[in-house]
T-cell receptor, first 116, second 113 residues
Framework: QQQVKQSPQSLIVQKGGISIINCAYE??????FPWYQQFPGKGPALLIA?????SEKKEGRFTISFNKSAKQFSLHIMDSQPGDSATYFC???????????????FGQGTILTVHP | NAGVTQTPKFRILKIGQSMTLQCTQD?????MYWYRQDPGMGLKLIYY???????DKGEVPNGYNVSRSTTEDFPLRLELAAPSQTSVYFC????????????FGPGTRLTVT
């Protein structure tokens, strides 16, 4: 019930294209859904996050789409650039009431390669 | 601010040896976490702490121990290292009630042979 399933495992996109990564969760108590970006040899860094009271959040070229009824959320990267090549992780946590202490459950990760 | 720092960056251990992975944050964050990252598996929570003197198990705590005597430091101890503990270890921290964002350190790559 704590799982977060992410797909695809790897993704190759041409420069200027749209990258789409999908995640599905089971636990309806999750109320915070972040995406982390990780470059080789570095720790993950927060890219963008969403709460379930909105269906979409956009920050620059990055958009999260959230479907509460389907228990799915996705990351869209518009106008993908070679510098976006990295591993992307979706995650989820239960933060309402502060009793889960921000513990994140991560998806398996997607290796994105953007060809120039 | 240095953020979250981890030492060492790399380490090779023999089976049965012990070691401590160090983690320090200078952001006065209440919450700290240890994750391990294995290929194709995402990050799994090992232990976490909500403040000095308070720690609890995460999803994969077996073979590890932690302590938190100060707000800044959260070391992870491996006793009797096993090949299954070969992984990349990340420490993270978060400021309670202000932001949900976790800040990650650069990681420690550990190989047990």
């Amino acid at each position: 019930q704590q799982q977060v399933k992410q797909s695809p495992q790897s993704l190759i996109v041409q420069k200027g294209g749209i990258s789409i990564i999908n995640c599905a969760y089971e636990n309806t108590a999750f109320d915070y859904f972040p995406w982390y970006q990780q470059f080789p040899g570095k720790g993950p860094a927060l890219l963008i996050a969403i709460r379930p009271d909105v269906s979409e959040k956009k920050e620059g070229r990055f958009t999260i789409s959230f479907n509460k009824s389907a228990k799915q959320f996705s990351l869209h990267i518009m106008d993908s650039q070679p510098g976006d090549s990295a591993t992307y992780f979706c995650a989820a946590s239960m933060d309402a009431g502060g009793t889960s202490y921000g513990k994140l459950t991560f998806g398996q990760g997607t290796i994105l390669t953007v060809h120039p | 601010n240095a953020g979250v720092t981890q030492t060492p960056k790399f380490r090779i251990l023999k089976i049965g040896q012990s070691m401590t992975l160090q983690c320090t944050q200078d952001m006065n964050h209440n919450y700290m976490y240890w994750y391990r990252q294995d290929p194709g598996m995402g990050l799994k929570l090992i232990y976490y702490s909500v403040g000095a003197g308070i720690t609890d198990k995460g999803e994969v705590p077996n073979g590890y121990n932690v302590s938190r005597s100060t707000t800044e430091d959260f070391p992870l101890r491996l006793e009797l290292a096993a090949p299954s503990q070969t992984s990349v270890y990340f420490c993270a921290s978060r400021l309670r009630l202000v932001s949900y964002e976790q800040y990650f350190g650069p990681g420690t790559r550990l190989t047990v042979t």
